[in-house]
């Protein structure tokens, strides 16, 4: 469900929503990608701690790898929960987005 609500949202940024995963096994839950060139990188996860925190870590060693020569870095990364009742920006600059708060 999250994603399909994501989709509407990145349908109204004139986006599309697309998974990635490479050949080491790396990958993404979903990668928001706008006509312009401009993306995002999130993860969804239920919550807690520690799944918050992989989906963090997953996402920056992501866009660790990413070749900036060759296009550019993500606009922003965020993990994306089920529950919460305020959107919060990590000191590693990862976003935490409760999807109730995606509706405002």
């Avoid at 990413?66 to 089920?82: E, H, Q, Y």
Wanted: proline residues 3%; negative net charge.
């Amino acid at each position: 469900m999250v994603v399909r609500d994501l989709r509407v949202y990145a349908e109204a940024l004139d986006g599309k929503l697309y998974h990635y995963k490479d050949s080491t096994g790396l990958e993404c839950d979903t990668v928001l990608h706008r006509r312009n060139g401009s993306y995002a990188l999130l993860e969804v996860k239920l919550g807690g701690e520690d799944n918050i925190n992989e989906g963090a870590a997953n996402m920056l060693k992501l866009a660790a790898n990413i070749d900036t020569d060759k296009m550019p870095a993500p606009s922003f990364m965020a993990v994306i929960i089920g529950v919460g009742k305020y959107a919060f920006r990590r000191d590693d600059g990862v976003y935490v987005i409760p999807i109730g708060c995606l509706k405002d």
